[in-house]
């Protein structure tokens, strides 16, 4: 039995963008994407599909701008804060927030108002998150003591996955105790 798909028009388009944002956080981007999504699914099963659509998806995104509902910046601010807080390198913040849609000024933005907000320098704050995933993953001086020397290259190979430089994987790998490691 072939899956019949609803039509799409500007109210559907509109209601699947309430129902979205009422449920995740999300950039302009990452609401057009969704639609557009929506569209190419519906295009598939053969559903009818209004004229002009990729307009009206820009008018009903630009109509949650307006109000306030989407604020890239915020949006930045806010998953930057919390990738951070898990340990995520700088490297792989900046790349998760451009694949959810955020770029130029509010991409520095946030990177920049994480320094502020932790009143750290950029390498304190990389420090910071690598010790993090130490931390929350058991690694270097979280392991027990009996371990380290035979995972030390594992560890390490861990947080340069993670996108950490060599210097600050070294750094936290090594550090004697994890309060060593809070210290420095």
Do not use: C, W
């Amino acid at each position: 039995m072939k899956r019949v798909a609803r039509p799409i028009t500007a109210r559907y388009l509109q209601n699947a963008a309430t129902f979205y944002l009422e449920r995740y956080p999300s950039t302009a981007e990452g609401l057009r994407r969704v639609l557009n999504r929506r569209v190419r699914r519906a295009e598939m099963l053969d559903a009818p599909v209004m004229e002009n659509v990729q307009q009206a998806i820009d008018v009903i995104v630009a109509r949650f701008v307006d109000a306030g509902v989407i604020d890239d910046k915020a949006f930045a601010q806010t998953k930057a804060r919390a990738l951070h807080r898990r340990g995520t390198s700088n490297r792989l913040t900046r790349q998760k927030l451009k694949m959810a849609g955020v770029v130029g000024a509010a991409l520095d933005d946030a990177m920049a108002g994480l320094d502020v907000e932790l009143d750290v320098t950029p390498a304190q704050r990389e420090l910071r998150a690598a010790a993090a995933l130490a931390r929350r993953r058991r690694l270097g001086p979280h392991r027990p003591a009996k371990d380290r020397k035979d995972n030390r290259l594992r560890d390490l190979a861990t947080l340069a996955r993670a996108g950490f430089a060599y210097d600050v994987a070294r750094k936290v790998i090594d550090a004697a105790t994890p309060d060593a490691l809070d210290e420095s």
